[in-house]
């Protein structure tokens, strides 16, 4: 099986994202708002939000506040005033007052769990996904690209 992306009639573009983990999500969710039309291939054979904890810096929060999601990420996570690095015995090693920084930038440092991050990213673009895809090759060429699924 074979899928194509290409630039189409009236200047439409069309995508496609190989991979629906919190990369190729917020990408879709990012080119789908600025109108290009995609499709997201998945090798996994249905959607599971798996993973740990994880820390979005300024930069992590920005994407979500340019998608929209910024507000309901917060009311899913914690937002950090400071972090504590440790070593392999939980000694401190240094500590970083992070919260002077989401003042200065008016954009938090946010810990949530993998699951909630990508359950917020996976409700704005499920419709898009194509599950079960893993693929086999890829090909550039000038009018776009072609794809080879298993």
């Not at 899928?3 to 189409?8: G, I, N, P, V």
């Not at 999601?69 to 009311?75: F, G, H, I, P, Q």
Request: aromatic content about 6%.
């Amino acid at each position: 099986m074979e899928a194509h992306s290409r630039l189409a009639a009236a200047n439409v573009m069309h995508g496609m994202i190989l991979g629906a983990g919190v990369a190729g999500l917020c990408t879709a969710l990012a080119l789908r708002q600025r109108g290009t039309k995609l499709a997201l291939y998945e090798a996994a054979p249905e959607y599971r939000a798996v993973g740990a904890g994880l820390v979005l810096s300024l930069n992590g929060t920005a994407v979500l506040q340019r998608l929209g999601l910024l507000e309901e990420a917060v009311t899913q996570g914690c937002v950090l005033e400071r972090m504590q690095f440790t070593d392999a015995q939980l000694q401190p090693i240094s500590e970083n007052l992070v919260g002077h920084f989401s003042w200065r930038s008016g954009l938090p440092f946010l810990a949530m769990h993998r699951n909630r991050l990508l359950n917020l990213l996976w409700r704005q673009v499920a419709d898009q996904v194509h599950f079960n895809h893993p693929y086999t090759d890829l090909e550039l060429n000038p009018e776009g690209a072609r794809v080879r699924f298993a």
